[in-house]
């Protein structure tokens, strides 16, 4: 079993920047692949970015340019850099690894974009 864990999230105005971090249990570099999901309320769970084991990375159209994900294996430690946030950025921000057939979540952490 593996524990994921979130921090970072925040209440932070449009056009500024904020760092996720997400922390596993165990060592990240046997996972196939760790992303970020959100999922804001009323609204299914959506992709936002991944990072594969060889360092590939995906983004959803709708935060290209904006959001960086990176990892740090040594520090077993998944980021998402977010700048220029959004309102409809706001959501529950949820870690993700996926090890073969398994998939891991985080807890989730909070983003609200909001003057």
């Known amino acids: 079993q593996v524990q994921l864990v979130e921090s970072g999230g925040d209440l932070v105005q449009p056009g500024r920047s904020l760092r996720l971090s997400c922390t596993a249990s165990?060592?990240?570099?046997?996972?196939?692949?760790m992303g970020w999901y959100r999922q804001a309320p009323g609204k299914s769970r959506e992709l936002v970015a991944t990072?594969?084991?060889?360092?590939?990375?995906n983004y959803a159209d709708s935060v290209k340019g904006r959001f960086t994900i990176s990892r740090d294996i040594d520090k077993k430690a998944v980021y998402l850099q977010m700048s220029s946030l959004k309102p409809e950025d706001t959501a529950v921000y949820y870690c993700?690894?996926?090890?073969?057939?398994?998939?891991?979540w985080g807890q989730g952490t909070q983003v609200t974009v909001s003057s």
């Open positions: 990072v594969t084991n060889g360092g590939s990375t």
């Open positions: 165990r060592s990240i570099g046997s996972f196939v692949a």
């Open positions: 993700n690894a996926r090890s073969g057939f398994s998939f891991y």
